[in-house]
């Protein structure tokens, strides 16, 4: 029995070339992982199945181009990107009747590339913005996504049912959304590759946003090689994270690294070592973490928001009236209250708002050059504390996998930079050196059933 979860993105496709499996059989058999895992039944991941999943891998095998890149490869998008024919609430009730006629640019160039959308994902209610103390994977629609390594466990946010279905092999990839480690932390909750591109080298329209400054959309994987199959398709600029050049320096960027775990520090410790002996030096430095962050995002929302509501399908068009729409409805969507939401559109309402927006886009070029004179000498830059600049100035980001904890969880390093073919060919030699992560525990008893 070939468990084809557990093979590369690569493999697969060689597999639909040599005729082993079809694109309508290897749909199928994702589906039929979803429909046992991901469900209310299992981890809650899923928020809605594609109806013509199963139409598009047959019109591949008809007359699909099998040179494609992704020709066959299924994968699962998060409920902030818009696909066609799937409504885009982005966790919330309020948006229910959002149904966008048109795939998001991403998806569309996914699909281009031959891969083929199984649905939505559950994730935290609108990105993780609409109220403090909501539970990382809650949403009022979708409900609450579990971690598939422990129920109990945190399963991060706000892409929290993308992470989980790639953690359980429910897809070879899936898409996120990462406006302040929504992706990069997100896959560290789960134990699985999380990147962030660098926002320009991506199609970042038709997302349900939070900033259009900020949200970015990202990929997750099991393996480094599908993560980077899947760049490859999405980036506007290709990079060779193959070339002969190896990596050469990694900056350790010490900011609040007291606030970190022993235990982690410990892990980072060992994979700089591990490093080092394959030539790539380490450099510790001090780089503050930007104080911005926050502030964009409450006074990027509303404007953001409305842009993106002009043209959607959704009967809320502005800020104020989504506010009314949970106010209206506190059994169902005020359970922890719609505190972010309110104070975004308090600023918004503010008199030189606009222009306080316009001096915060002049300190993120500020910052961004700032930060590109610091982090330019390196390949990459590990984060060690708490940062955030890599998403104020959109620096390229990576989440890699260290192996499990003594919990059983998984435990990953933060990795940015200032160049996207740099930065992946160090994650590429970190990928290498690091231990590996084994499926959540009913995965692994279902492998050991049948080996």
């Known amino acids: 029995m070939t468990h084809w979860f557990t093979l590369s993105i690569r493999e697969l496709r060689e597999a639909l070339l040599d005729g082993r499996t079809t694109c309508a059989a290897l749909t199928a058999y994702f589906l039929g992982r979803i429909r046992r895992y991901g469900g209310r039944d299992g981890v809650n991941a899923i928020a809605a199945l594609d109806p013509t999943a199963a139409q598009q891998a047959e019109m591949l095998d008809r007359q699909g181009d099998r040179s494609l890149p992704l020709y066959g490869i299924p994968f699962l998008v998060k409920d902030n990107i818009d696909v066609a024919g799937l409504p885009t609430t982005a966790g919330s009730l309020a948006f229910t009747d959002n149904l966008p006629e048109t795939d998001a640019p991403i998806v569309r160039t996914l699909k281009a590339a031959g891969a083929i959308c199984l649905g939505k994902t559950n994730m935290t209610e609108l990105a993780n913005f609409c109220a403090q103390g909501m539970p990382n994977g809650y949403s009022s629609a979708g409900g609450q996504v579990l971690n598939a390594y422990d129920r109990s466990a945190d399963p991060g946010g706000s892409s929290s049912g993308s992470a989980v279905a790639v953690s359980l092999g429910l897809v070879p990839f899936a898409l996120g959304t990462d406006t302040s480690f929504s992706v990069i932390g997100c896959a560290s909750r789960n134990g699985v590759y999380g990147w962030k ?153 503010e008199q030189g708002s606009a222009g306080r927006l316009d001096e915060i886009r002049q300190e993120r070029l500020r910052l961004r050059e700032e930060a590109h004179r610091c982090f330019s000498r390196y390949d990459g830059v590990l984060m060690t504390g708490p940062d955030v600049t890599m998403h104020v100035v959109n620096l390229p980001s990576i989440s890699i996998p260290m192996g499990p904890g003594p919990d059983g969880l998984g435990r990953n390093m933060i990795v940015y930079g200032t160049d996207t073919a740099r930065l992946l060919r160090l994650a590429r030699s970190i990928s290498e050196v690091t231990d590996s992560m084994p499926y959540p525990p009913e995965v692994e008893a279902l492998l050991r059933e049948t080996r």
């Not at 930007?290 to 842009?307: A, G, H, N």
């Open 197 to 349: 591109p660098c926002q320009m080298d991506v199609d970042c329209d038709g997302i349900l946003p939070i900033s259009r400054m900020l949200d970015t959309p990202g990929v997750f994987t099991r393996r480094f090689e599908d993560l980077l199959a899947v760049h490859q398709v999405i980036s506007h600029r290709r990079c060779d994270a193959c070339a002969s050049e190896p990596p050469r320096t990694m900056g350790i960027n010490t900011w609040r690294e007291q606030d970190v775990s022993d235990q982690q520090l410990a892990l980072y410790a060992t994979m700089v070592s591990r490093l080092q002996a394959r030539g790539i030096s380490s450099e510790r430095l001090c780089f503050p973490s930007s104080t911005l962050l926050k502030e964009i995002m409450y006074r990027d929302f509303t404007p953001s928001l409305e842009v993106y509501l002009c043209t959607a399908g959704a009967g809320i068009k502005t800020m104020r009236a989504l506010v009314a729409c949970y106010h209206a409805h506190p059994d169902t969507m005020m359970r922890y209250g719609a505190g972010q939401l309110e104070k975004a559109l308090s600023l918004s309402e």
